[in-house]
Each structure stands twice: as C-alpha cells, then as structure tokens.
C-alpha cells in the first residue's frame, strides 16, 4: 500500500494561514474602493504621494519607489490576496470550520457524530477512490489493515457500546478522514497558495521601502 500524502505547507490547513488569516480578510477589501481612490484621476490630483508622505516639492524624495509605484504594489498586492481569499473560501473543505487538526477533529467526532454519520465516514475511506494517508490507520503491528468495515451495522442507540468497543479505531479513522479532506482540489490550493504568497510579497515592498528611508533618515541626523 502507498501512502499519498502533500508537502504539508500545501494543505488546506496551511493555505488557510496565508489566505484566511484576520490581516488577509482586512487587506482584501483595498481593491474594493482601490480603483475609485488609488487611480482616481481627480483625487490622484489633489493627494499626490509626496504630499501623503510628507515631502515637499521640489525636495528630493527619501524612497527608492515612486509613489505611483508603491499605489500600484499595494493595489495589485491587495487584489492578489482577495483572489487567494475568494478561492479558499470555495474551495475549501468544510470539516476545516469544525477542526484545525486532526486529532482536534477525532476528539470533536467523539463528542458529536452520530453512528451513521460514522458509517458514511467508514464508506468513503475504505472506497477504490480513497488515498491512503496515516500509516497509524492502516498499518496494524506490521501488517496493513483489511477494508473490512468495522462501525457499519451499528444502531444509534448504541453509539457508547460502538465506543467502548472501537474507540481507538474511530479515533484513526477520523484522522484519517480528516488528512484526506485537507488534500481535496490540489490545483486550488496551489493556485489560492501562491496567489496569497506573491500579495504579501508586493505589500512588503512598500513596507520595507518606507523603513528603509526612516531608518536612513534617523542615521544622517545621529551622524
């Protein structure tokens, strides 16, 4: 049996850090009303970058970018993250709202799935399209573990015999349903993955443009 499992900064819960985090969700929202400030023509007349940044005309500006420059690194930096943003949340998989691990989803099915709901969580795994992810689910003392299913057949008002029974298997068996949903639509998480990382990138430039010349102003005076 082989096990199929991604680089782990390339699964959904690892996408989720960079396209669904509070500062993403914040800056999203900048190519909303960007177009009609950034590139308003009129405002763009009366609120140039040097004004916004304090230099005066005529005086030789701190930064290395231009102001146009940086509008347009955070404009199009923002649009980038709210694409990254726009395709997790379609793309995502639900259990990812009740878990951020797996073995904080196990302890949340010990607490409210139901038998059938089990069941139907037993069926998928041991499917032909299922990929095998958690050697701890399928490797039993060196040997791989048979498709047989193990909670179906179960009634609802057995649920804490099945338990009792069956609690480290239902454990495994959640883990691994859970790895196997962080690894749905690979092409969206690339895509929602590198979409995040290129914004954050053309957000920092600005950043680091301003810092620089704060920190080289603050030396010339000390000098």
């Not at 089990?118 to 791989?144: C, G, I, N, Q």
Request: net charge positive.
């Amino acid at each position: 049996m082989k096990f199929h499992s991604d680089w782990k900064l390339t699964q959904w819960q690892s996408v989720e850090r960079v396209a669904n985090n509070d500062l993403t969700r914040v800056v999203a929202l900048v190519p909303i009303i960007g177009y009609l400030i950034l590139f308003n023509d009129r405002i763009a007349e009366i609120a140039s970058f040097r004004m916004i940044a304090g230099v005066e005309p005529g005086v030789e500006t701190p930064f290395y970018l231009t102001g146009i420059a940086k509008m347009r690194l955070v404009f199009f930096g923002s649009l980038l993250l709210l694409c990254s943003n726009l395709i997790f949340k379609v793309f995502r998989p639900p259990v990812l709202e009740l878990a951020k691990g797996d073995i904080e989803f196990a302890a949340r099915v010990s607490e409210r799935y139901s038998v059938y709901e089990l069941a139907d969580m037993e069926t998928h795994v041991f499917s032909d399209y299922w990929k095998p992810r958690l050697p701890l689910f399928w490797k039993v003392l060196d040997e791989f573990r048979s498709k047989k299913p193990v909670v179906s057949g179960y009634r609802p008002d057995v649920r804490n015999t099945m338990f009792n029974a069956h609690g480290d298997y239902i454990s495994y068996l959640s883990r691994e349903w859970w790895n196997g949903e962080m690894h749905t639509f690979r092409l969206a998480r690339f895509v929602s993955l590198s979409l995040g990382i290129t914004g954050i990138f053309l957000l920092a430039i600005p950043t680091l443009d301003i810092t620089q010349a704060v920190v080289r102003d603050v030396f010339l005076k000390l000098w």
